[in-house]
Each structure stands twice: as C-alpha cells, then as structure tokens.
C-alpha cells in the first residue's frame, strides 16, 4: 500500500492538469500546463529524497586501527628478599678506590676498573632483588669485583688475602645456587661454570702459594 506522501500530491496535480486541459484547447497552454505538472513532479521527488536519511557511515580501517587496544607491557617479577652474608655486604658496600697524582697510569686504569665493576655490582643487586636477572648473574659480576681487587694488590701476601675471600664467596655461592636449580630458577649449566671459576682461583692461589713458600 502506498502512502499518502506518494499519492495525494501527484492525483492532485494531474487532476488540475485535467480539468485545465478540458477547459482550454490552445497549445500554448497545454504545454505549459505539461511544464507545470513537470515541474511539480521533481520538485516532490527532490524533497522525498531530501526527507530521506543518509545510511550510518562505517568507521574507516584507519579509525578502527586507531582504536586498536595497546598490547600489556611485560612487568618485573616480585621482588625478592634476599639475605646477604657479610661477605657480600662488605664487597658491595666498598668504597671507591681514589685515584691520586702520585699512581702510575697502570694503578691508575686499574683502580678505574675496579670502580666500574663495583657500581655495576651494586646496579645488578638491585636488579637481582626486583626480580629482573639471574641469582648467577649476581654471582658473576661478583666475581669480576673481586678479579680485579686481587689485580690491585701490591704484595703476594695481599693478593693471597683477596683470593681467598674470593673462594669463600664462592662456596656461599654455590649453595645459594644450588638452593635455585631446586626451586627451578637457575640451570645446572650455571652451577658448572660457577665451579670451573671457583678451580681457577683455587689454582692461582695454590700456585701463589708455592711462590711464597720459596
């Protein structure tokens, strides 16, 4: 059924188109009423289809793309309370060696080793306690503290002492380590090379001492 929108207004336009046809027989006329009717008739239409809503416009893949959710970034682990012995204390809690005048350059680069090695020793334990690294890669940077403390010492005597301190730490660390290849958070690969480290000092120290002994 169509509605009164489409049907009154044309029947009415033609019916006048009728009569005035009926009432006059010139062609001027005719044609002109004809224009009328024309005229009325896309007039009609052109106001439907303004009345007519425009269909909903789609999102564009851009702004779709623009509303894309941010993948999560990944968080740190837990922090991790750790217990430190009084020999990693003392390491860690050094003081950087001051470089003087009167050194020769090579104490000199040596002492500048020996402070960068301990800053980095201390950035990594902080690391290690928010759960960001590896026990063994506490462990290592240790070790490479205390290399180059013993690289530092001026006498056979001091660098016996070095060493030894060094094994000592070592023997800490491997229980620690063993302790996370239990629990699944370290690799029994890490504890094998923490050794093969611990024998070489252990050779350098017996070797200084047969030195000494001489």
Request: aromatic share 4%.
């Amino acid at each position: 059924m169509r509605s009164i929108m489409d049907i009154d207004p044309l029947d009415k336009i033609w019916s006048t188109a009728r009569r005035c046809v009926g009432q006059s027989a010139r062609p001027g006329a005719i044609s002109g009423i004809l224009s009328s009717v024309l005229v009325a008739s896309f007039n009609l239409g052109s106001a439907k289809a303004q009345s007519t809503p425009p269909p909903p416009s789609t999102p564009t893949a851009s702004a779709q793309a623009d509303k894309t959710p941010e993948k999560a970034q990944p968080t740190p682990g837990p922090s991790i309370k750790v217990q430190t012995s009084p020999k990693v204390t003392e390491v860690l809690n050094s003081p950087p060696l001051a470089i003087k005048d009167e050194d020769i350059q090579l104490i000199r680069l040596k002492k500048m080793r020996f402070n960068m090695e301990l800053t980095e020793a201390r950035d990594r334990y902080s690391l290690f306690r928010k759960g960001l690294i590896k026990l063994y890669d506490l462990i290592d940077v240790g070790q490479r503290v205390l290399a180059a403390q013993a690289d530092l010492a001026q006498s056979p005597e001091e660098r016996a002492d070095v060493l030894q301190k060094q094994l000592e730490i070592f023997a800490e660390a491997e229980d620690n380590l063993q302790k996370q290849i239990k629990e699944g958070k370290a690799d029994n690969a890490d504890l094998d090379h923490l050794r093969y480290e611990r024998l070489g000092v252990e050779i350098d120290l017996e070797i200084l001492r047969r030195g000494m002994a001489e």
